[in-house]
């Protein structure tokens, strides 16, 4: 699992409330993601980040914000929770060998907005 | 990726005979491909990788094809066992990745292994 855990596991929120995820890695890698997971979709990346201090959008951003204050701990925040964020989260982190670079998962966040 | 519908496609099959999963990619220029397992409630699972100019590796009971021609990447799971039931998906990684180093991930195939 590369060292990575997230929290919470599992959360139920109420439309309108702001909601933070955590992604927390012990192996100092540069390179960290989030995506969500919908029925029907792949992967679709929300954030990444590319150092401390350093983010980025994904192709899903909107409503989601991100923060990496240091290098082990990648949040991402729901500034107003609506239906369409009731999802399953997972961060990722990037590892490189040569030129091949493959991500690694956590093992995901379950959120219901009600 | 693949081309994505609403429901997972799905393969059966029986316990002990091989399965063979298939995924279209869509970047003819992408160099680099992975094959995740995903079980029910948990994170991908890294499985097998394969270069672009490569055509086959070979792992532990699993083998990836690579068909650049048709765009075609394929898993090969020989021998399969009731624990290999999960989603598999591929993944993309374009040549040149920008910032973002970003893998297009296919939607997946649901594996389902018959007693």
């Known amino acids: 699992d590369a060292g990575i855990t997230q929290s919470p596991r599992h959360k139920v929120t109420e439309t309108g409330t702001p909601v933070t995820l955590r992604c927390h890695q012990t192996e100092n890698h540069r390179y960290m993601y989030w995506y969500r997971q919908d029925p029907g979709h792949g992967l679709r990346l929300i954030h990444y980040?590319?150092?401390?201090?350093?983010?980025d959008k994904g192709e899903v951003s909107d409503g989601y914000s991100v923060s990496r204050s240091k290098t082990e701990d990648f949040l991402l925040t729901l500034e107003s929770a609506t239906s369409s964020q009731t999802s399953v989260y997972f961060c990722?982190?990037?590892?490189?060998?040569?030129?091949?670079?493959?991500?690694?998962f956590g093992p995901g966040t379950r959120l219901l907005v009600l | 990726g693949e081309n994505v519908g609403l429901h997972l496609p799905t393969l059966s099959v029986q316990e002990g005979d091989n399965s063979i999963i298939n995924c279209a990619y869509s970047n003819s220029a992408s160099d680099y491909f992975i094959w995740y397992k995903q079980e029910s409630g948990k994170g991908p699972q890294f499985i097998i990788d394969?270069?672009?100019?490569?055509d086959k590796r070979q792992g532990q009971r699993v083998t990836v094809l690579l068909n650049k021609t048709v765009k075609h990447l394929s898993l090969q799971i020989a021998a399969t066992q009731p624990g290999d039931s999960a989603v598999y998906f591929c993944a993309e990684k374009p040549p040149r990745f920008g910032s973002a180093r970003q893998l297009t991930f296919g939607s997946g195939t649901q594996l389902t292994v018959l007693p």
């Open positions: 980040s590319y150092g401390v201090k350093d983010t």
């Open positions: 990722a982190i990037s590892i490189a060998v040569g030129a091949s670079e493959t991500q690694y």
């Open positions: 394969i270069r672009s100019n490569m």
